[in-house]
């Protein structure tokens, strides 16, 4: 038989779907991770990302920042951490918020700088102040670009979660460890497959609210090419920050 057969083999085998130690119960601990870590990273990164593109202050220190986030070596910052806070859920939870708040702060800053201008001088022309511009004009319109980038923040933290079962704990990287401990090979590639079909899942509820969220009169390009310009956006606004 091919790896993919054992492996399938083992997916389909009834004693894999049972107990604590169970392919739902791994992916229930895998999903808690990433919803914990989603709402924690949000919390921090879209308030700063929406002050800065209502602002305007502060762009290039969120472009900076970014970058430094996102070269930062995830497992070596997990042993690090690991060595000096300990095993446990808490260095790995540091680690994954660091990795998901690039995306994240990206989307609600270049949601609100793409607003366009004319429409934000029409609100403060009726009377609005600026925290009413912010909250009935700048945030519905940059709702779509906002959940592009916890889409794409979600994507990373699933598969990077595997990748924190090192330290030990639990998820669908457990799977990974203890198969490779043991030269299970079979299982191993189960558990990839199922860290794929949770992402792919993940990514096409996101794809359909970010539909969803557009207001109506507004058209938006397919989710692909809402991160890819939030992307630009952000590239951009560091070469003209470089070159100024």
Known sequence: MTSWNLAFVWLLDPA??????????RVGEHLLYTIVTLVIAAVIAVPIGLAIGHTGKGRALAVQLSGVLRALPTLGVLLLLA???GLGFGPALIVMVVLALPPLLAGAYAGVDAVDRETIDAAKSIGMTGWQVL?????????PIIIGG???????????WTVAAYLPLGGLGRFIYDGLAVQNYAE???ASVLVILLALIADGIFAVVQRLVVPRGVVVGRASDVRVRSSKRLATTSQSTTAG
């Open 16 to 25: 894999n779907w049972a107990g604590p130690g169970g392919i739902p119960a």
């Open 83 to 85: 060595l000096l806070l």
């Open 135 to 143: 909250v009935k004009v700048e945030l519905p319109l940059a709702l």
């Open 150 to 160: 916890v889409r794409s923040a979600c994507l990373q933290v699933i598969a990077t």
């Open 188 to 190: 191993m590639l189960g």
